[in-house]
């Protein structure tokens, strides 16, 4: 992704804000809730905020799991995951993240897919 997206939303303070608000969502939304039982949020969201980070083009420094690895075994189904994509994209255009960026961002969606759903 081109490097300069990172830069272009704000960096690590807009990225930090928009993982924020994903969550906050997310867990208001009884659909998606219980994924998150005895998940521990904090590690959950700073890893977010490494992994989105480097997606977009910023610091490398994601060191969690793969994907695949962190999701396998929650049973993930495709309209859980197309709401949470859905939800990303809403925050960061809430954010005022430009069409370009949320253009790659949707790509990098498309293609994780098959790595998180079951
Ligand atoms: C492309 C979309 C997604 C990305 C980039 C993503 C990213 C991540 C990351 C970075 C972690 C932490 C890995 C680690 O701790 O090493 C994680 C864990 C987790 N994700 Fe996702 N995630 C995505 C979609 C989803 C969806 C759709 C759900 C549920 C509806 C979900 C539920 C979870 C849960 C429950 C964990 C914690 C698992 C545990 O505590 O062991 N994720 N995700």
Redesign the pocket.
Known sequence: MDASFYARIGGQPAVTAAVDALYRVVLADDR?VD??DG?DLD??KS??VA?LSQVLGGPAEYS??D?RG??FG?G?VPE??DL??AYLIGVLAGLGVDDEVLTAVRGV?AA?AAD?VE
């Open positions: 998606l994924y998150f998940s590690h959950l890893h977010m992994l969690g799991r994907l962190a999701h929650l993930i859980h995951y949470v994509g969606l994780s998180v």
